[in-house]
């Protein structure tokens, strides 16, 4: 749990009023009484005579696996709150509880009451309020709670789904041991999942509830948001290539019959010109909106005129009077452009190709070069161009059928009550991945500007 704001910073309480002036005095006595209970079950929990039992539980949780510093406290949390000790058939708060509750402050009884039967269970993040906490809705029940925690409303992303374990004490809703945070994309999933192991679980007790569900098998989410997480996604193009950021830079000998020539290429379409630069797109038609199985499909289309057919964008050519340059998504669209710009002749002369691999684990990506790059454009430029980029994507994407709509567009999905749920739950993904990139200090789209336009 993390409420803990600086002494003249503004008051989590809402007050106005600077944290020193206001709760901390309060809140200083609430955290000493919980730190205090919490040592006491800690050095209850290591007893010996509890030691088989942590063997046990560790075996399960961890399955052999070594804990990262965030999985290990999840585990103990865990083995506090949820695991059965053989001998007594309960937790290890419930036990002490029993045998500890009349020894103990007042203050710090009330606290150890607010923690029994507590459970990891599984929530969205529906907002938050950065500083104070964040908003919570339990994607079994629908339950939807505040939580007090200054840490994860600085971490956490709005609709981020979250394995993790809430406690009250003293009145408010606070977050125990550590947290399992997966992105939207994961929401489906781990609904499917629960649903399915929760059948599985009332075969074996008729009658149980998800609470108690939860209790005795909360952790199983954990071992699949891990699984979840491991998985790197595949990423294609629509033609089912994989995603390469490609490149090409040609040197322009003859601006003018460049241009001219490129005017002349059926399968380049113009779109914007000012005085230093000239941006064309590379489109084929559309043919189709799918993707195979367990694969992500990067999608970038034009919509034409009405009647024309909607053409998706192969490749960005952008030429002023010292380069041209060729952006791709993949190798075969690259090659593709490239055997296209051998019409332009002598014009244009080949200076270097570059490719870079996306790495989703988060480490830098690696780049293959074929020759230095130079006169590169600069990088506000580059940045403008990605702005409007972004911009052109979302604005084109509101008429783009796409397959969790079941082919409707998103403008079409708006339009019927049946539509706008499954819209709703759509831009839920699309906001998080936006705000996590914004978070991560990449560019990225305001999702507020589709619900608006979308009206939802």
Known sequence: MDMKAGRNEPCPCGSGKKYKKCCMQTQEIKENAERSLREKILEFSREPLFKPDFEEAKEIFMEEKEPDEGGSVMFLDWFIHDFRLKDHGKTIIELFYLEK????????????????????????????????????????????????????????????????????????????????????????????????????????????????????????????AYLKAAQTPKIVTPEGDPILFA??????????????????IPDLKHLESNQNEIHFKLVAEIRDHNVSTGGIMFETSLVSDVGDPQCRSMGDLNINNRQLILDCLSEKRLELGKEMLKTLGDSIEFQSESKQYPDLSGRKNKTVKKKTQENEIDEPVREMLRKKYLEDHYRRWVDMPISFLEGMTPREASRTEEGKVKLKELLKVVENAEERRKREGELSYDVSKLRETLGV
Request: charged residues 30%.
């Open 101 to 224: 509750h009349q020894n103990i402050a007042p203050m710090e009884k009330e606290i150890l009451e607010g923690w029994q039967n507590t459970a990891l269970r599984v929530y969205e993040v529906t907002g938050i309020e950065r500083g104070r906490g964040i908003r919570a809705k339990d994607l079994f029940d629908n339950n939807e709670l505040f939580v007090n925690d200054i840490r994860s409303s600085k971490k956490m992303t709005k609709w981020d789904i979250g394995a993790m374990r809430v406690i009250k004490t003293l009145g408010k809703f606070y977050l125990s041991g550590a947290v399992c945070l997966l992105p939207a994309t994961s929401k489906d999933d781990m609904i499917r999942f629960g649903k399915e192991s929760f059948l599985g679980f009332k075969k074996e007790k008729p009658g149980a509830t998800w609470q108690e569900f939860f209790k005795e098998r909360g952790h199983t989410f954990i071992k699949f």
């Open 247 to 264: 490149k090409a830079i040609y040197k322009v000998k003859d601006y003018d019959k460049a241009l001219n020539a490129l005017y002349e």
